[in-house]
C-alpha cells in the first residue's frame, strides 16, 4: 500500500507565454509517517527522439511530511530554450511531475503541453513551398510563444515502492491510473 496519495494537481496561469514558470498546486495524503522527505522533479521533455534535450526544470525536497492532507506550490523555471533544437519548440511536447521517496520514484504525471503562437500571422508563416520542398524554420519569437498545458487528462503512472526499505526487494510494478484534476 502506498503511504503516499496524490488526491490533485491543479495547473495554475494555464495558458501563458512560454517564458513565464510553471505552477502546480499539489495536493496529497500521506497516511503514515515519513522517516524522510519527499523528493519532487518536473522534467522538460525537449525532443521525442532523444532525451539529450530533456532539462529537469526544479527538484525540491518537501519535508518533513505530516499525517493527512498536504498543500503546496510547485514552481519551476521554464526551459532553457538555448539548450533545444530551435525547430522542436513549437509543437507538441510533454513535461513530467515525479515524486521519489529514498530515490525511488512511486509517481509521474505526464501532461501534453502546446507551444504555439497566438499571433496569426506567425502561425501561418508556410513551411512549404507550392512543389512542396520543405523550406528553411521561420526564426523563433520567444517572446511571442505561449504555453498550454494539456491539464485535464494528464497521464498517471504509480510504481509500487518498498516504503519502509527494510529490505532490498522493490517492485517494479507500475500501474496507470486516472487522477483527478482541475484546470485554473
Known amino acids: ?7 490533485n494537481i491543479q495547473v495554475l496561469d494555464n495558458p501563458c507565454l512560454f517564458t513565464k ?6 495536493t496529497f495524503e500521506c497516511n503514515a509517517e515519513l522517516k524522510e522527505d519527499l523528493e519532487w522533479k518536473l522534467v522538460y521533455v525537449g525532443s521525442p527522439e532523444t532525451w539529450e534535450y530533456d532539462q529537469e526544470l526544479e527538484s525540491i525536497m518537501v519535508g ?3 499525517v493527512g492532507v498536504n498543500k503546496f506550490i510547485f514552481e519551476a523555471d521554464p526551459p532553457d530554450v538555448t539548450k533545444l533544437r530551435e525547430h522542436e519548440v513549437v509543437g507538441v511536447t510533454v513535461v513530467i511531475l515525479s515524486c521519489y521517496y529514498r530515490s525511488k520514484e512511486f509517481i509521474r504525471v505526464a501532461y501534453y503541453v502546446n507551444n504555439e503562437y497566438m499571433d496569426e500571422e506567425l502561425r501561418n508563416i508556410p ?4 512543389q512542396g520542398n ?7 519569437v520567444i517572446e511571442k510563444l505561449y504555453r498550454n ?3 485535464d487528462k494528464p497521464k498517471v503512472t504509480r510504481y509500487m515502492i518498498d516504503w519502509d526499505a527494510q529490505s532490498n526487494n522493490t517492485e517494479n510494478d507500475s500501474l496507470d491510473v ?5 484546470v485554473a
Open 1 to 7: 500500500m502506498a503511504l503516499v496519495n496524490i488526491t
Open 21 to 26: 514558470p510553471f505552477q502546480f498546486e499539489i
Open 64 to 66: 518533513p511530511v505530516p
Open 127 to 130: 513551411l512549404e513551398d507550392e
Open 134 to 140: 520543405s523550406l528553411p524554420p521561420p526564426p523563433l
Open 149 to 151: 498545458i494539456l491539464a
Open 178 to 182: 486516472d487522477m483527478q484534476v482541475e
